[in-house]
């Protein structure tokens, strides 16, 4: 008959076990996660490097992602999405890559 002892060692190690997989299983999860959307991020910054240039250029020289901050980015770009027939899309991923031009 197992003593008490022996019966909580068992129970201690089956635990710790469950608490190691719950952790290393939600830390590739976070991590395949991160890796999804770091992907999704640089596809909407290329895309939006594309787009910068065939929009902006239409109706005047396109400035620079590093001549105003990210604050000022998002009032410009709601600003000319209001006067544009640009897609909402569009719009975000040149604002994401103007932001991150800098």
Avoid at 63 to 75: L, T
């Amino acid at each position: 008959m197992k003593t008490h002892a022996a019966r909580f060692t068992g129970l201690a190690g089956i635990t710790t076990l469950l608490l190691l997989w719950a952790v290393t299983s939600r830390a590739a999860t976070t991590q395949s996660a991160a890796t999804t959307q770091s992907v999704e991020q640089r596809k909407l910054l290329v895309r939006g490097a594309r787009l910068w240039p065939v929009y902006c250029a239409q109706c005047h020289n396109a400035p620079s992602g590093a001549q105003y901050s990210p604050a000022q980015w998002d009032a410009i770009t709601m600003h000319m999405r209001t006067q544009s027939i640009m897609p909402a899309n569009d719009m975000r991923a040149i604002k994401e890559f103007l932001k991150e031009a800098r």
